[in-house]
């Protein structure tokens, strides 16, 4: 739709929700199956790295070998960095938790972006265009605002 007077283009559109116990119990439990997802590949994460550090140290001649310890150590390094990686996106995802328990109900939220399209022309206010979110109540529209 581009004749040189209007376009159809692309925009986030902000979700906003409304807390209610439903919103609530649903943010609580995604919040607690990634917590349980965490400790599922900090666990797998563990015995991978022991499981490769067998296998070198079984493969060499002289597991005392210098060469050996270094590839030990690499693999060590490895864990330890993707540990604390695991570890500090745990602690976020507490913080989370923490921060929804605290909410208040009814309070609104902001939930995520979706994206949608929407035709301008010439004359429109581009910024009132961009600006649009829409007000969720578990999971139905109650609002859509600006636009």
């Known amino acids: 739709m581009a004749d040189g007077n209007s376009l159809n283009i692309k925009r986030s559109i902000t979700v906003r929700a409304v807390v209610t116990p439903r919103w609530k119990e649903d943010a609580e439990r995604e ?57 500090e996106q745990k602690r976020q995802v507490l913080e989370q938790q923490r921060q929804v328990r605290e909410l208040e109900m009814e309070q609104v939220v902001e939930q995520g972006q979706i994206e949608s399209f929407c035709d301008v022309q010439v004359g429109d206010n581009l910024v009132q265009k961009l600006q649009v979110a829409v007000l969720v109540r578990d999971g139905v529209i109650e609002a859509i605002e600006g636009g």
């Open 31 to 87: 919040l607690s199956n990634a917590l349980t997802n965490f400790d599922q590949q900090l666990a797998q994460l563990e015995q991978e790295g022991q499981r490769l550090i067998e296998e070198i140290r079984r493969q060499s001649i002289n597991p005392l070998d210098p060469r050996v310890q270094e590839q030990v150590g690499s693999v060590q390094q490895q864990v330890a960095a993707k540990r604390a990686e695991f570890e």
